[in-house]
Nanobody, 126 residues
Framework: QVQLVESGGGSVRSGESLRLSCVAS????????MGWWRQTPGKKRERVGS???????SYEDSMKDRFAISLDIAKNTLYLQMNSLRSEDTAMYYC????????????????????WGQGTQVTVSS
């Protein structure tokens, strides 16, 4: 069973940086798709970006210049480096992973299940 545990959130000021981590237990990496989403109360969840075994890394246009996703397979850890943070980046950040029958799956594979972590809160004050 795949479990995702995020950490690294906190309160920072505008312009500062944070690095979030997501430790994945039980995930396999022959094929994989892992990423980050975020949500502010009262709004829909918003995709930040993802890293895929076949497709590489991709981001939403509004975040690609300030955010960077990386995956350390040896440590089973996904990272989100966030630079030049703004107040509008305040949100709960969630780690996600795609699985198929208990194994890691790429983003483009049909019929996969999405696993979510519990989230880590990021608050940016101006």
């Amino acid at each position: 069973q795949v479990q995702l545990v995020e950490s690294g959130g906190g309160s920072v000021r505008s312009g500062e940086s944070l690095r979030l981590s997501c430790v994945a237990s039980g995930y396999t990496y022959t094929n994989y798709c892992m990423g980050w989403w975020r949500q502010t109360p009262g709004k829909k969840r918003e995709r930040v970006g993802s890293v895929d075994s076949n497709l590489g890394t991709s981001y939403e246009d509004s975040m690609k210049d300030r955010f960077a996703i990386s995956l350390d397979i040896a440590k089973n850890t996904l990272y989100l480096q966030m630079n030049s943070l703004r107040s509008e980046d305040t949100a709960m950040y969630y780690c996600v992973a795609e699985v198929d029958g208990g194994y890691g799956a790429s983003c483009s594979e049909p019929g996969t299940q999405t696993i979510w972590g519990q989230g880590t809160q990021v608050t940016v004050s101006s």
